[in-house]
């Protein structure tokens, strides 16, 4: 799996990364999911700081050695909005999981005093209990407000990278978030890159009842998907898939991948065997005519 460098700093993460979140309940398959990972050559894992408590048992076990340590790429969401909410909650992740420090800390929380965020951020690098910072805000300028911020407090770090949602359902970080990485010499992480599912193929026909659709929590949001004028996204995903001879979530994953300004793409799964398949999105490659339509068929 390719490793590409978030922004200028030096940490570098496989282009595929894993949010095990969904898998809390089959510790088993979190753990084989997690392994396979590292086998193929990735290395980042991202949680919400307000599920650590059902990774833990098998993050904690699987970073009490020092070989998976040194190999995961830990990624953890805060979502506070004061200086001393922040920190207490980063000094929980790290007791709950058992490590020292965060590879990767995400703040994705928001507030008028925003200055406590950036302070938050500094402290955390400065002591050592996060190595990088990641910013996940609604707006490009929030971003930039506080990476601006944090550059120029002690220890003068970078911010290493922006995260926001990003797929061929939902292209929207081209005009905002995707260029203020590159303003900023920050990497990009994009979030739901099958756009909560409805891009591996699964709603061309209806909604399944186990899927995410017929859930509370994501139903409503994917039922506007559905119900706007993007369906027909999923009609030309389909197709490339079906000349590729592979799945719409590998082309759909592909696709976000090769994007300019890319670095990583993190797709939540709910079961092993969905985490399989998409590990074989490593090996496809899409064409200049392909990519081009499908450029053409997700345009807003």
């Known amino acids: 799996m390719q490793r590409r460098h978030l922004g200028n700093t030096g940490l570098d993460v496989g282009w595929l990364g894993l949010d095990p979140t969904p898998l809390t309940r089959q510790h088993e398959d979190l753990t084989l999911a997690i392994g396979e990972l590292l086998d193929a050559g990735g290395n980042l894992v991202q949680v919400s700081g307000t599920d650590v408590v059902g990774v833990e048992p098998s993050l904690r076990g699987l970073l009490r050695d020092p070989g998976h340590r040194r190999d995961v790429c830990l990624n953890v969401r805060s979502a506070h909005t004061t200086r001393g909410d922040l920190l207490r909650h980063l000094d929980d992740i790290l007791d709950q999981i058992g490590i020292d420090s965060l590879d990767l800390w995400t703040l994705g929380g928001w507030a008028e005093r925003w200055d406590e965020i950036a302070t938050a951020a500094s402290v955390a690098l400065a002591s050592g209990r996060a190595h990088y910072v990641c910013l996940s805000f609604p707006s490009a300028w929030q971003n930039v407000a506080v990476a601006s911020a944090v550059r120029w407090k002690p220890p003068g770090a970078d911010v290493a990278a922006l995260a926001t949602t990003y797929s061929l359902m939902d292209r929207r970080a081209e005009g905002d978030c995707l260029p203020a990485a590159h303003a900023l010499g920050a990497g990009f992480i994009a979030g739901a890159p099958l756009a909560h599912g409805i891009l591996t193929g ?69 079961t092993i065997h969905q985490w399989r398949g998409l590990l074989g999105s490593d090996g496809v490659v899409l064409p200049h005519e392909i990519r081009s339509a499908l450029d053409d068929v997700s345009a807003v």
């Open 202 to 270: 699964k709603y061309r026909h209806g909604t399944p009842p186990d899927s995410r659709g017929a859930t509370e929590t994501h139903g409503a949001e994917i039922r506007r998907i559905l119900d706007g004028s993007r369906r027909h996204v999923m009609d030309g995903v389909a197709a490339a898939a079906e000349g590729l001879s592979t799945s719409p979530a590998n082309v759909s994953l592909a696709w976000v991948r090769d994007s300019p300004g890319v670095s990583a793409v993190v797709p939540s799964v709910r």
